[in-house]
């Protein structure tokens, strides 16, 4: 593969790292992610510490993609405020199907293309199913 970014991962309760474990079903082992939950007693100053730990802990330039569930949400709100470095996006509003579309295409996709991508992924994903049916009836 090419140079893979990192993926910082952070949701409400363990809805990070549960969606992680299911994309691992489809994927297998997962390389360069990282998951942060988020649980009562927390507030974004724990989360923005976190981030902070794992970023420190990364190669000065390197590219990180966070994935959020919720825009305006603590995980948002604390990615958002690293988001002063060029090297960094996010995308708000995580779905399954949204990051399997990640992971299928950050090998291959720059950072400042990934998140429409995942965006484009996560809307796909969502079917209205008795409609979809219907059309196929």
Request: aromatic share 6%; charged share 25%.
């Given at each position: 593969?090419?140079?893979?970014?990192?993926?910082?991962?952070?949701?409400h309760?363990m809805?990070?790292?549960?969606?992680?474990?299911?994309?691992?079903?489809?994927?297998?082992?997962?390389?360069?992610?990282d998951?942060?939950?988020?649980?009562?007693?927390?507030?974004?100053?724990?989360?923005?510490?976190?981030?902070?730990?794992?970023?420190?802990?990364?190669?000065?330039?390197e590219?990180?993609?966070f994935?959020?569930?919720?825009?305006?949400?603590?995980?948002?709100?604390?990615?958002?405020?690293?988001?002063?470095?060029?090297?960094?996006?996010?995308?708000?509003?995580?779905?399954?199907?949204?990051?399997?579309?990640?992971?299928?295409?950050?090998e291959?996709v720059?950072?400042?293309d990934l998140?429409?991508?995942?965006?484009?992924?996560?809307?796909?994903?969502?079917?209205?199913?008795?409609?979809?049916?219907?059309?196929?009836?």
């Amino acid at each position: 593969g090419g140079r893979a970014m990192k993926l910082i991962v952070s949701a409400h309760g363990m809805l990070a790292k549960e969606v992680v474990n299911s994309a691992g079903m489809v994927f297998g082992a997962i390389d360069d992610l990282d998951i942060v939950t988020f649980v009562p007693g927390e507030n974004a100053e724990t989360l923005k510490a976190r981030y902070k730990e794992l970023i420190d802990g990364y190669k000065e330039d390197e590219e990180i993609l966070f994935l959020v569930d919720l825009f305006g949400g603590s995980p948002y709100n604390a990615a958002a405020s690293c988001l002063k470095h060029a090297h960094m996006e996010c995308v708000a509003g995580m779905n399954f199907p949204m990051i399997l579309g990640i992971l299928e295409n950050r090998e291959r996709v720059s950072l400042e293309d990934l998140p429409e991508i995942g965006k484009q992924s996560g809307i796909a994903g969502i079917i209205n199913v008795r409609k979809k049916i219907a059309s196929l009836c």
